[in-house]
T-cell receptor, first 113, second 116 residues
């Protein structure tokens, strides 16, 4: 029962262009969504989050969009940089306090110089 | 602030042995979460603990796995009689009371368990 799905195992983009990573969820009780970045042999690092009461949240080069009716969210990175190459995980939770995270399978982003 | 510290980074155990994974949360954090990442998969929630209390263990396998977070010292994830399927990366995360997600949890670098 995969409640959070990232259907693209990998994505390759050119430096300077936009990277768009997608995530779908099935659990209607999810109301908080997060994106994590993970380098090999390291733990996930928090990038950006969004509450279900919003449809967009922006932080520098990173923007997360949420479409509740479609149960879909996306992470936009612009402009992409080679240092952005990593595995990106989408995660969701019911509430923001003391809640478990449900992760997607991850998307390997490669930004080519 | 050293962040969330996990040790060992790598652990090799033979089938049937016990594995003990340790997690020291960030200073001031009293909530600890354990997640497991099997090869080619995302992280899966295992257990959520506060000092001396297990809050949510719904993700823990029913047998052989246990976790504790004593009043003093690190949180311990214990796997008894390990099998090859236990080979995975185990990540610990910590957060301030009461575990708000607004800035995400802080994860450690993980322990990579290999069962041979």
């Amino acid at each position: 029962d995969q409640q959070v799905k990232q259907n693209s195992p990998s994505l390759s983009v050119q430096e300077g262009r936009i990277s768009i990573l997608n995530c779908d969820y099935t659990n209607s009780m999810f109301d908080y969504f997060l994106w994590y970045k993970k380098y090999p042999a390291e733990g996930p690092t928090f990038l950006i989050s969004i509450s279900s009461i919003k449809d967009k949240n922006e932080d520098g080069r990173f923007t997360v969009f949420l479409n509740k009716s479609a149960k879909h969210l996306s992470l936009h990175i612009v402009p992409s940089q080679p240092g952005d190459s990593a595995v990106y995980f989408c995660a969701a939770s019911e509430g923001t306090s003391g809640s478990r995270l449900t992760f997607g399978e991850g998307t390997q982003l490669t930004v080519n110089p | 602030n050293a962040g969330v510290m996990q040790n060992p980074r790598h652990l090799v155990r033979r089938r049937g042995q016990e594995a003990r994974l340790r997690c020291s949360p960030m200073k001031g954090h009293s909530h600890v979460y354990w997640y497991r990442q099997l090869p080619e998969e995302g992280l899966k929630f295992m257990v959520y603990l506060q000092k001396e209390n297990i809050i949510d263990e719904s993700g823990m396998p029913k047998e052989r796995f246990s976790a504790e977070f004593p009043k003093e010292g690190p949180s311990i994830l214990r796997i008894q009689q390990v099998v090859r399927g236990d080979s995975a990366a185990y990540f610990c995360a910590s957060s301030v009371n009461p575990g708000t997600l607004n800035y995400g949890y802080t994860f450690g670098s993980g322990t990579r368990l290999t069962v041979v």
